[in-house]
């Protein structure tokens, strides 16, 4: 290559980092690209004690059932789940920057499905604790925090110590940012949509068990008060209600 098409090549990233900076501005600290300057810092070099169970740890949410006070016809796991809730927030924030925008923090929307991914490993420790009982009083629910604090700390641990805060914004998201407030929310909406579909298909299934527990996941749903949700139920949530080959009617 020319000293020409060096320089040249050499204007296109230190623009192109320009851009990228520009565009993630009004993303947290923790979830910002690297820049041109981070990237000449020498790599941590691997070390003897690189071992982890983390991973393994996370394979093991396949196991963990949800809804275990209820009759299902059909057994859902926390790891299906967090897939399923992480393809709806990805959509919700997807659905806000193109449709919402105006006046609202728009989150970047990978950034919110690997939250989402993410949202439930306290689980993997704990299970999957029934609502009524999580929340059957202030005590209960704090206690129950403390509970998650110990478990993600536990996993945390489990990660080499170079990784360890590349994970920390997933498991310990800074609330008083409000850009991680807004993923969040959508990640929460994420959540009880999942939980609405689930009961949808219960119920389609026969099964009334999750009659009411439908009707209270669709009143939380309607009081978060977001325009991603009220487009989800109108645009997206019908077609759930559809057999196969009704998709293409």
Known sequence: MSKEQDKGQDKIYKGSATAATAEERDRPEAWRSETAEEKTQPEVRQGEDDSTAFYAMLHRMRYINRWSLMKNTEQENIMEHSYEVAIIAHALALVRRKYFAVGKICPAPEQVAVMALYHDLPEIMT????????????EMRASYRIVEQGAVQKLLAMLPAALQDEYRPLIFPSESDPVVQEMMQLVKAADRFSAYIKCLD?????NQEFRQAM????????????PEVDWFFLHVIPSYYKTLDEFDD
Do not use: C
Not at 215 to 226: A, F, P, S, Y
């Open 127 to 138: 299970g999957d604790i029934p609502t009524p009982v999580k929340y059957a009083t202030k």
């Open 215 to 226: 009707v209270g996941v669709k009143e939380r749903l309607e009081q978060m008060e977001l």
């Open 202 to 206: 219960e119920l389609k299934a026969g």
